[in-house]
């Protein structure tokens, strides 16, 4: 009797344990999608001026954001709201001249990398640290193409 007893403990267990495993997987996949979602869909709307495309970017950009809220890890919505919070100092209105939107570009890509880091270190378990200009470089490396520049940084 009592290794039936220890048997069904045994399999609850394990049934348990599998589909622990299996949710944080799932989980672990997801907010990977809506990370990467999100970092496409906000450089495609920063590049883009068609206002059509503008807004079907736009439109991919807030369905990320409901995502990242949904099931992104606590530090990342908090930095991804500590992001968009840096706007309110009018930092888009680049198009003036080429040199500071370059200015502007870099200070998105230092504005993005407390971002990339909350993804590493809490989603991932990645503590190594990743030298900023390697981050920057990522990150900005279409905008230097398109403008066949190579980073000063």
Do not use: C
């Not at 030298?131 to 990150?139: A, E, G, Q």
Request: aromatic share 12%; glycine share 4%.
């Amino acid at each position: 009797m009592l290794s039936l007893g220890l048997l069904i403990i045994g399999a609850l267990l394990h049934h348990w344990f599998t589909k622990s495993q299996e949710v944080a997987k799932n989980l672990l996949n997801l907010r990977a999608e809506v990370y990467s979602d999100f970092f496409k869909s906000f450089v495609d709307f920063s590049l883009n001026e068609d206002d059509k495309k503008q807004w079907e970017y736009r439109a991919l950009l807030e369905d990320a954001h409901l995502r990242i809220v949904l099931y992104g890890h606590e530090k990342v919505v908090h930095e991804t709201a500590q992001f968009w919070r840096s706007f309110q100092d009018g930092l888009l209105s680049y198009k003036d001249n080429e040199k500071q939107e370059e200015k502007i570009a870099e200070k998105l890509a230092e504005k993005l990398i407390p971002i990339v880091k909350a993804i590493r270190e809490n989603d991932f378990k990645i503590k190594r640290t990743i030298p900023k200009s390697d981050i920057m470089l990522l990150l900005l490396w279409g905008d230097l193409i398109d403008k066949g520049k190579l980073p000063k940084y």
